[in-house]
T-cell receptor, first 113, second 119 residues
Framework: QKEVEQDPGPLSVPEGAIVSLNCTYSNSAFQYFMWYRQYSRKGPELLMYTYSSGNKEDGRFTAQVDKSSKYISLFIRDSQPSDSATYLCAMSAITTSYGKLTFGQGTILTVHP | GAGVSQSPSNKVTEKGKDVELRCDPISGHTALYWYRQSLGQGLEFLIYFQGNSAPDKSGLPSDRFSAERTGGSVSTLTIQRTQQEDSAVYLC?????????????????FGEGSWLTVV
């Protein structure tokens, strides 16, 4: 079993929809949680960053972490065609090398007009 | 340059050949990372350099893989005797410092990757 599980999709939604992306994990030592967006043939770019449990909002994006359930989510409100990309969750433990992020498989999202 | 620069962007090599992939991090960034991304897979950690500390090589999949970072800046990832399963995108990233901080100030910036195909 992988340390981080993410539904690869693909996920296709109409413009304006609310998108929910999720990851589960097994390593209770994970403390830092991130969401990256990756466009085709580009490197991942950081979207959201959360330390420990709780919610964080940035514009149309909301990240949630539930450490008791080992479950994290990214919500995208009023989705746009420009949001079409692969979304990767990533995590890091405070006790390990901070360069060693553990990534989910990535969810391919398409927002159609 | 403004971002993390990687070369070559694309490389096709014959099985058994050695390849070198280069990464030029963002100026001033002391932490440098190599990840590998296979088709339909998430990113797999390979190696991490932080300043003058010994690198964390725990993700290197075999002794055919090695990496060095000269002068605390440019890094080269070398794959010897390439195999078809080495075909992947090799992504380099850098950050201002490590560890991650609670204020999310230590963003990790990725390059666009070197797309390696072993035939």
């Amino acid at each position: 079993q992988k340390e981080v599980e993410q539904d690869p999709g693909p996920l296709s939604v109409p413009e304006g929809a609310i998108v929910s992306l999720n990851c589960t994990y097994s390593n209770s030592a994970f403390q830092y949680f991130m969401w990256y967006r990756q466009y085709s043939r580009k490197g991942p770019e950081l979207l959201m960053y959360t330390y420990s449990s709780g919610n964080k909002e940035d514009g149309r994006f909301t990240a949630q972490v539930d450490k008791s359930s080992k479950y994290i989510s990214l919500f995208i409100r009023d989705s746009q065609p420009s949001d079409s990309a692969t979304y990767l969750c990533a995590m890091s433990a405070i006790t390990t090398s901070y360069g060693k992020l553990t990534f989910g498989q990535g969810t391919i999202l398409t927002v159609h007009p | 340059g403004a971002g993390v620069s990687q070369s070559p962007s694309n490389k096709v090599t014959e099985k058994g050949k050695d390849v070198e992939l280069r990464c030029d991090p963002i100026s001033g960034h002391t932490a440098l990372y190599w990840y590998r991304q296979s088709l339909g897979q998430g990113l797999e950690f390979l190696i991490y350099f932080q300043g003058n500390s010994a690198p964390d090589k725990s993700g290197l999949p075999s002794d055919r893989f090695s990496a060095e970072r000269t002068g605390g800046s440019v890094s080269t990832l070398t794959i010897q005797r390439t195999q078809q399963e080495d075909s992947a995108v090799y992504l380099c990233a850098s950050s201002l410092f490590s560890p991650l901080t609670g204020n999310s100030g230590n963003t990790i910036y990725f390059g666009e990757g070197s797309w390696l195909t072993v035939v």
